[in-house]
């Protein structure tokens, strides 16, 4: 009677709900085969990057959006200092390394690296003031605090006052006030009347009362991030360097032209709540292009700030610190016309 039983029961009809109970765990699993499969045939990549910044959010937004699955690649972001990423690029550690003034100095020394694209060709520093300060003029005899003496920040700051006739060796001094939050201290005690910084230290001033003078990428343009490969990872493997261009400028189309789904991005990478991640947004949207090119005024510049810094009084060739043959084929196939 129970063999009996149970074969009626398995001759009942099946209903469309147990089939679709059925065939729910099947397909989860071949999605997951799927899945797992385009993973392992996804070529990994390595790509360093020295901080948690919006001048360097091009590369984890194209990893966040999937803009490398979609060129074929599966990258792994790893966070290291610029000092150390040079090492580690030419002994093939990491295959790309994301900004570009170390890579400069390095390709200058001799070190077989170049800048293969720029991603944001513009500097998000600002000169943030007091508010009875109204002009970049107004700073002549003053002091500015930065957050130390002879950086980057310093390099940059120099270079926009240049940009309003202030030499800034003679016409204002520097004073090494540390942190953000110990610039702004020393900027409220009166001991400096102005600082500077990337954003979204110009949303935090504001929100200090403070008024921004002058933003770097309104100014001049420079190399600032982008993609740095060896010398023999630009002649062996230069479908992969493309692709990796590739999804570079995808991401950088992206933030351009959704701002929302890149401020959600900015929040997930850089771990800020909403409020900021909108504020870097709008600071540093403007930094970025849409097609990964190497300005050439830009690149001039920092070339000749790398020289200042090593004493090199030499004339120095583009292509012996940027070689961009792949990056113009990653830009014939994306549509960017010849400029």
């Known amino acids: 009677m129970e063999l009996h039983h149970q074969s009626h029961k398995a001759g009942k009809p099946l209903t469309h709900g147990k089939v679709a109970t059925m065939i729910k765990p099947l397909l989860v699993l071949l999605a997951c085969l799927l899945i797992s499969t385009s993973l392992d045939a996804a070529e990994k990549i390595r790509i360093g990057y020295p901080d948690f910044n919006s001048s360097t959010f091009t590369l984890p937004l194209a990893q966040i959006r999937g803009f490398f699955q979609e060129e074929g690649l599966q990258a792994e972001l790893i966070r290291i200092r610029s000092a150390v990423a040079i090492p580690a690029l030419t002994s093939g550690e990491i295959d790309y390394h994301t900004v570009v003034s170390p890579a400069l100095a390095a390709a ?28 970049i003029q107004d700073l002549k005899g003053k002091t500015i605090g930065l957050n130390s003496i002879g950086g980057g920040l310093e390099s940059t700051v120099r270079i926009m006052l240049k940009h309003y006739g202030i030499d800034p060796d003679k016409d204002v001094k520097f004073l090494a006030t540390g942190t953000v939050d110990t ?157």
């Open 183 to 339: 610039r702004f201290a020393a900027l409220k005690r009166g001991l400096t009347v102005a600082t500077a910084g990337s954003t979204p230290v110009d949303y935090l001033g504001k929100k200090l009362g403070y008024v921004v003078l002058a933003r770097a990428y309104d100014l001049f343009s420079y190399p600032n991030t982008g993609l740095v490969a060896s010398v023999k990872k630009i002649k062996e493997n230069p479908d992969q360097l493309k692709r990796v261009i590739k999804a570079g400028i995808k991401a950088n189309r992206y933030l351009h032209q959704n701002r929302d789904g890149t401020i959600q991005a900015m929040m997930q990478w850089m771990r800020i709540d909403k409020e900021t991640a909108a504020a870097t947004y709008d600071g540093s949207a403007k930094s970025f292009n849409d097609d990964g090119g190497v300005p050439e005024a830009g690149l001039r510049l920092a070339i000749d700030e790398a020289r200042k810094a090593a004493n090199i009084t030499r004339e120095v060739a583009f292509s012996e610190v940027a070689d961009r043959t792949v990056l113009r084929e990653a830009q014939r196939e994306m549509g960017v016309k010849d400029r």
């Open 108 to 135: 200058l020394r001799g070190i077989p690296v170049r800048l293969v694209a720029c991603f944001a060709p513009g500097l998000t520093t600002a000169i943030i003031a007091r508010p009875e300060f109204k002009t």
